[in-house]
């Protein structure tokens, strides 16, 4: 059974810098796509953009294009979500969670990420 | 962008009522591309239905997704108490896959 394991919770400051990562149980990482979804608090899902790990093709949402980078490593089964200058609007659980395809709906999720971003 | 509106913004109801929540889509969704998820408090969502109409696996038959173009319903038949929760509905034809602002389903 496939499973998506996020990183732990992390606090910053803002300017600081963040990479958080999801990793599949699995050997199928590169038959599927992998997006990330914000969640603000006390807020709705937001989709921020999304990774087919197996050639890297890559789709942001344009509220996220040029503030986020999404990568994929294919030998360790892993997807990040990653920041180069943090700020305080960037406090939210990042969900990562898996597309079959490129028309398919979030059929697995990560358990999240809290990241919060404060001076 | 697609622009999806839910309502109600809170559905009370007993255990054992029957839900229907509501989602309009500002232009029409292709070919049925549309997802309902539930999410429940320091949980992650999950996803309930795709395809307009089609349960994800393992999920009760109490939830039912109908609708087509840009006016699509999620009801639930007789409301359990796990069930009580926010409801998303979810385009994924047309990129940027937009989420509903949710409907809440709370007990009266």
């Known amino acids: 059974e496939v499973q998506l394991v996020q990183s732990g919770a992390e606090v910053k400051k803002p300017g600081e810098s963040l990479k958080i990562s999801c990793q599949a149980s699995g050997n199928t990482f590169t038959t599927y796509w992998v997006g990330w979804v914000r969640q603000m608090p006390g807020k709705g899902l937001e989709w921020m953009g999304t990774i087919y790990p197996r050639d890297s093709d890559t789709r942001y949402s344009p509220s996220f294009q040029g503030q986020v980078t999404i990568s994929a490593d294919t030998s360790i089964n892993t997807a990040y979500l990653q920041w180069s200058s943090l700020k305080a609007s960037d406090t939210a659980i990042y969900y990562c969670?898996?597309?079959?395809?490129?028309?398919?709906?979030?059929?697995?999720w990560g358990q999240g990420t809290m990241v919060t971003v404060s001076s | 962008e697609i622009g999806l509106t839910q309502s109600p913004g809170t559905l009370s109801l007993s255990p054992g009522g029957r839900a229907t929540l509501s989602c309009r889509a500002s232009?029409?969704?292709?070919?049925?591309?549309l997802a309902w998820y539930q999410q429940k408090p320091g949980q992650a969502p999950r996803l309930l239905i795709y395809?307009?109409?089609r349960r994800a696996t393992g999920i009760p038959d109490r939830f039912s997704g109908s609708g087509s173009g840009t006016d699509f319903t999620l009801t639930i038949s007789r409301l359990e108490p796990e069930d009580f929760a926010v409801y998303y509905c979810?385009?994924?034809?047309?990129?940027?896959?937009?989420f509903g602002p949710g409907t809440k389903v709370d007990i009266k």
């Open positions: 979810q385009q994924y034809g047309s990129s940027p896959f937009t």
């Open positions: 395809g307009a109409s």
């Open positions: 232009q029409s969704v292709s070919y049925y591309y």
């Open positions: 969670a898996r597309r079959r395809g490129i028309n398919s709906p979030f059929d697995l």
